[in-house]
């Protein structure tokens, strides 16, 4: 069981927050997160490393991508905080926008465009 102090510190940052629920939506591969948020790759990447370290997130390979989804069975605490956040949440327009870009993101096109 995860540490509630490590959950919330994983709550406590707004691009946190952003990758969480965008993760509502779908899977979403580094590249993705990065495409929609606009953050620097390695602060992404240490994003998503708290989130899947407090229990949030989840992480599975596919081909040359590793796809990022909520967890499947998060700790009680999460389960019990993650609505009442999530619905106040959605009333920001910063996430309402990364939520309409995380649906229509096309992870070909941002992976072939640095080539």
């Not at 540490?3 to 691009?15: H, M, R, T, W, Y």
């Not at 952003?18 to 590249?31: D, F, G, H, N, Q």
């Not at 989804?69 to 327009?93: I, K, V």
């Amino acid at each position: 069981m995860t540490e509630p102090v490590d959950i919330l510190k994983a709550l406590s940052d707004l691009g946190r927050l952003r990758i969480l629920k965008m993760l509502e939506v779908k899977s979403l591969c580094v590249c993705e997160i990065t495409e929609v948020i606009g953050l620097a790759t390695s602060t992404i990447s240490a994003h998503l490393s708290q989130l899947r370290n407090a229990g949030l997130i989840e992480d599975e390979k596919e081909g040359k991508w590793i796809n990022y989804r909520l967890a499947d069975d998060p700790d009680p605490l999460f389960t019990e905080l993650w609505p009442l956040l999530s619905r106040r949440l959605d009333e920001e327009d910063a996430i309402r926008s990364d939520r309409e870009q995380a649906c229509h993101i096309d992870r070909h096109r941002i992976c072939s465009a640095g080539k």
